[in-house]
């Protein structure tokens, strides 16, 4: 299969693979075949992200803990943890470059 693409699309095509850490065939199949595709952090943000993910590890840890029953008084601490988890969450966001929906509340990962 071939395409016609003028250099501007195909520049465009290409800078938005290489965000992804793609190749343009590879960013193109993800395109065509999955309906979402992976959040873009701008390369500025990159090291943030990676903090942030760490940091929502370790909550998701204690969230383990406090299932398996090894941290008995959780009543001061399950608020909290609500708050962090939407704080990250609006975090990952605002380092994607737009404020979060509830959508990405709801479907954020860590």
Not at 10 to 31: I, K, N
Not at 52 to 59: E, I
Request: hydrophobic share 45%; net charge neutral.
């Amino acid at each position: 299969m071939s395409i016609c693409l003028n250099d501007g699309e195909m520049g465009y095509l290409q800078e938005l693979a290489a965000v992804q850490g793609l190749q343009l065939a590879a960013y193109l199949r993800l395109c065509a075949f999955v309906r979402k595709l992976p959040p873009i952090v701008p390369p500025i943000n990159k090291k943030e992200w990676r903090k942030l993910s760490t940091l929502g590890n370790n909550l998701n840890q204690i969230v383990i803990a406090i299932h398996k029953g090894s941290i008995k008084d959780t009543m001061p601490i399950v608020p909290l943890i609500g708050k962090l988890i939407d704080e990250i969450k609006s975090l990952q966001a605002a380092l994607r470059g737009h404020e979060p929906s509830q959508n990405d509340l709801d479907e954020a990962q860590f």
